[in-house]
């Protein structure tokens, strides 16, 4: 069984660019969400996306865009990079036939933006 | 809205020594309690997590956590800990299919 992948490992951005970072689900997984742990805080999460349509959304600007694929991979998308978008951003995918939301979490991806 | 509060930003512990790492959370509605573990570089890995049942629940790497309802909380706890324990420990909480809200982290300082 594959595990969630995330790639590019690490990533140097400057301010305004634009970004695109991707994340491949669990096997028999349905649903990714993305979160952003900026240093030394707590995952916090971006969205959700099930069935290839956001399923919900936390406190971050339109900037921050998603997709997922119908094999349920997905990309998280930021516009117009900002130095406070320097973080590590985590995906997690789980399946969407539970009461509960265990999530599985892949490496990350480490954005510095400078 | 619900939250996660995590008492504790860095706990140092002797090797073998018992721990705890505190966890309160706020909602209002039932929820889901869990705990995850983060090695430097690294995402997250669940140690544990409470659906219902029994309060007391055991996860991997001989730690263990109990729901505790009235006061809202969800401590975490190892008998004896080991070196390679030493990592960023996060409780989280989930209503359902909503997703994770976290805690801050406690970093676990495990020396010999």
Known sequence: ETGVTQSPTHLIKTRGQQVTLRCSSQSGHNTVSWYQQALGQGPQ????????????????PPRFS???????SSELNVNALELDDSAL???AS???DREYNEQFFGPGTRLTVL | AQSVTQ??????????????????????????????????NQGLQLLLKYLSGSTLVKGINGFEAEFNKSQTSFHLRKPSVHISDTAE??????????TLTFGKGTMLLVSP
């Open chain 1, 45 to 60: 999460f971006i969205f959700q996306y099930y069935r290839e349509e956001e399923n919900g959304r936390g406190n971050f």
């Open chain 1, 66 to 72: 998603g997709l997922q694929f119908p094999n349920y």
């Open chain 1, 89 to 91: 951003y985590l995906c």
């Open chain 1, 94 to 96: 789980s399946l969407r």
């Open chain 2, 7 to 40: 008492l504790d930003s860095q706990v140092p512990v002797f090797e073998e020594a018992p721990v705890e790492l505190r966890c309160n959370y706020s909602s209002s509605v039932s929820v889901y309690l869990f705990w995850y573990v983060q090695y430097p």
């Open chain 2, 89 to 98: 420990y996060f409780c989280a909480v989930s209503e359902g299919y909503s």
